[in-house]
């Protein structure tokens, strides 16, 4: 029987799927004994990794019980398995994933995975897996089912990325991964990378990691695999010195797994569910019981499948890889000006974390300037030392050390801006002092260098009013720190021409930031967005609700902190600060605070340990804040609470829509996933908004039709 006659569901599913190939070839080994050579090839170029998707693992499935039957009657001596030019398999076809008709249907997929990649497990010859290249998710998993391993030193990266995207390694990895190179290893590959910024392995670590028993240069790396096979075949002993002991499995396995959850719970809250169920297959996995361990994946894994988290997260995953990289709005790039040299008025600490990310990247002259002549010898000196840093490090060579830093100047003469092609300002967060900054450098500049405004909340327009070339005037606000945060919003004024714009929107993408076109509106995006969380947060204390109601009522937005914790990160008085600015726009819809500004003058909120972790609300601050809660004022309970902020927050974002702040929904995602940290598996504030309920209930409809959700069948 084929198997896809064991899987009937996924046989009969109609998928869009560009199938990965099995092509068999025997190969004589020099010992005289035969290897039977498995190529996945899906036939498309290098732009096109191979991907593992129902009827690639079918085809798959059918050849390797071919072999298998073969080296059963003793007509082959041994089974590989490697991939075309540059790839082994990117993973799952997760773009099919996603469509899939009902939990039934996704309960299949997982199990098939297991009946596919098992049959390199406990066959009649040995089984080896040559990485040639690009190695992720179900790819890395089947060099897992495997007994041995090599990787190609070349390869781009190898890595087991499911968490970040709402699954788990349900193919095997989970409960194969541990028992080959120890619990805590696993865990890093497993849980600490993906949720990392998706870190991925390279071959050197994957190899030193124990995934991979040998290495082999790019050059002959096919022909020293197979001679290594040819070898071990003759007996050739095999360390793996990082295998689990008795000792790991008995101590070092239960604490590991302790602190894991704990981090996570500490980073990510609890409200994401793949990578917990990660933890509990991975715990399972210390009785080293494969076929307990991969019904314990079916089992999370269907879940996972059918489950909102995993579709949002592909949702999210598709706006950073796709949309961010077309945003919308966008003006013909061929407008853009060149930009030959940078300077930056201010000279304080995001001035020169602006300094040291444009020298790094654009490789251009920078200057700074500021007040006075200290303050600018000082901000140099303290960029200088950060190149100096980043030298020491080695993360830079001791060439570009002394190329960056000549490239970094300061002067108090705003002469010297005259041959800049793009001007920053970084100074107060202040009209005036915006204004009169653009006002004293505009006369000494070109009439082609562009001006930039790096406001988080003032009018952009406003900022422009007294220009004589307002037209070159463009919004460029970064998010803190400056070099980590991938998010730049682009705020286009009524004047701000499109040879600016597209300027701007270069300059961001050689940045390697990630940029989206925003109206001229109080807060643009993530301001006004969590303007209106944070708002919502202190009108609530202010009006009798506990601090420990208001974070249990926004616990299911997925935050990994709470909304206090937020405030003080992002500065009492930056937070005052925002909260005057939306309040003074929209006095219906946003809240002023008296408690936060008397908050921020005494400079409390949170009670912090000796790490500067926080302990809770500070006592001081729960009395400051009870002094300004008017009599007769009635808390509401969590459930009000949550009802109030999540609605508050549809009503907000459709008016954002509807005055066209941005083109879609998808831009506010992408804007809060980027720029606030928004968890991937939620898919960005609208797709949860519309699972909530809140959209339907703020304004009778949906942000998305159909909803971001998985299937309810």
């Not at 991964?177 to 805590?184: A, K, T, V």
Request: proline share 5%; aromatic share 6%.
């Amino acid at each position: 029987m084929a198997i896809r006659d064991e899987f009937p569901l996924l046989a009969a599913a109609e998928f869009d799927e560009v199938v990965t190939h099995s092509y068999v070839r025997d190969v004589r080994l020099a010992s005289g004994k035969t290897l039977a050579l498995l190529t996945l090839d899906n036939g498309r170029d290098h732009t096109r990794p191979s991907t593992l998707g129902p009827e690639t693992l079918f085809e798959l499935g059918d050849a390797l019980e071919t072999q298998r039957s073969r080296a059963s009657k003793g007509e082959i001596d041994a089974i590989a398995v490697t991939g075309k030019p540059y790839f082994l398999a990117a993973g799952a076809d997760l773009s099919n994933v996603t469509k899939l008709p009902d939990r039934a249907t996704a309960a299949e997929l997982p199990k098939l995975g297991h009946r596919v990649l098992g049959l390199l497990h406990k066959a009649p010859v040995p089984t080896f897996v040559f990485i040639n290249g690009l190695a992720l998710g179900g790819g890395l998993e089947i060099g897992l089912n495997a007994d041995y391993r090599t990787i190609n030193a070349a390869a781009p990266a190898v890595a087991l990325p499911e968490t970040f995207l709402g699954l788990l390694p349900g193919w095997g990895g989970a409960t194969i991964l541990p028992n080959l190179i120890g619990i805590e290893r696993a865990l890093k590959v497993v849980i600490e990378n993906p949720l990392k910024q998706n870190r991925v392995l390279k071959p050197q670590e994957a190899f030193e990691l124990g995934i991979a028993d040998a290495i082999f240069g790019s050059a002959n790396y096919l022909e020293a695999s197979i001679q290594w096979a040819d070898a071990v075949l003759g007996g050739k002993k095999v360390d793996r010195q990082h295998a689990p002991g008795t000792l790991e499995r008995t101590v070092k396995w239960p604490i590991a797994l302790k602190i894991a959850r704990e981090t996570l719970e500490k980073r990510l809250g609890t409200v994401a569910l793949a990578p917990y169920r990660a933890l509990d297959i991975m715990e399972l996995a210390k009785k080293n019981d494969r076929e307990a361990g991969f019904a314990a994946e079916d089992a999370a894994l269907a879940e996972l499948i059918a489950g909102d988290q995993f579709v949002a997260s592909i949702y999210a995953f598709d706006l950073v890889q796709k949309r961010a990289k077309r945003p919308a709005g966008a003006p013909d790039k061929a407008l853009a000006k060149r930009v030959s040299k940078v300077g930056i008025i201010g000279a304080g600490l995001m001035a020169s974390q602006f300094a040291l990310l444009f020298v790094r990247r654009l490789q251009v002259p920078v200057i700074i300037t500021d007040l006075d002549q200290a303050r600018v010898d000082k901000a140099v000196a303290g960029i200088h030392g950060e190149i100096d840093t980043l030298a020491e490090k080695g993360r830079i060579s001791g060439d570009e050390k002394h190329r960056l830093r000549a490239l970094i100047t300061g002067t108090v003469d705003k002469a010297d801006f005259a041959d800049c092609d793009w001007v920053i300002e970084a100074v107060f967060e202040e009209l005036s002092v915006k204004q009169q900054v653009f006002a004293e450098v505009e006369p000494h500049l070109s009439e082609t260098a562009v001006m930039a405004t790096n406001t988080s909340s003032l009018s952009v327009e406003q900022i422009g009013a007294n220009l004589a070339h307002p037209e070159r005037l463009v919004g460029f606000h970064f998010f803190n720190p400056v070099a980590v945060m991938p998010l730049i919003e682009v705020v286009k004024t009524p004047s701000t021409d499109d040879a600016t714009l597209a300027t701007a929107m270069r300059v961001a993408k050689d940045l390697k930031k990630n940029a989206v076109i925003t109206r001229d509106t109080p807060g643009f995006v993530v301001n006004r967005v969590l303007a209106k969380l944070l708002g919502e947060a202190m009108h609530a204390v202010e009006q009798g609700s506990s601090f420990e109601d208001v974070v249990a009522a926004q616990r299911a937005f997925g935050f990994p902190m709470d909304p206090f914790v937020l405030l003080d990160l992002v500065g009492l008085k930056v937070g005052a600060h925002v909260l005057d600015t939306h309040h003074g726009a929209f006095p219906d819809r946003f809240f002023e605070s008296k408690a936060l500004h008397e908050l921020a003058e005494q400079g409390i909120l949170l009670e912090k340990d000796s790490k500067g972790e926080s302990k809770g609300i500070d006592k001081r601050a729960r009395k400051i804040v009870a002094k300004h809660t008017p009599a007769g004022a009635k808390p509401l309970s969590v459930e009000e609470l949550r009802l109030r902020i999540e609605d508050g927050l549809a009503d907000e974002i459709k008016r954002m829509l509807d005055d066209e702040v941005v083109e879609a929904a998808e831009d506010i995602d992408l804007c809060m996933i980027l720029g606030a940290g928004w968890p991937f598996q939620m898919g960005g504030i609208t797709p949860f908004l519309d699972r909530s309920g809140a959209s339907q209930r703020a304004f009778g409809g949906t942000f998305h039709d159909p909803q971001i959700a998985g299937p309810k069948a």
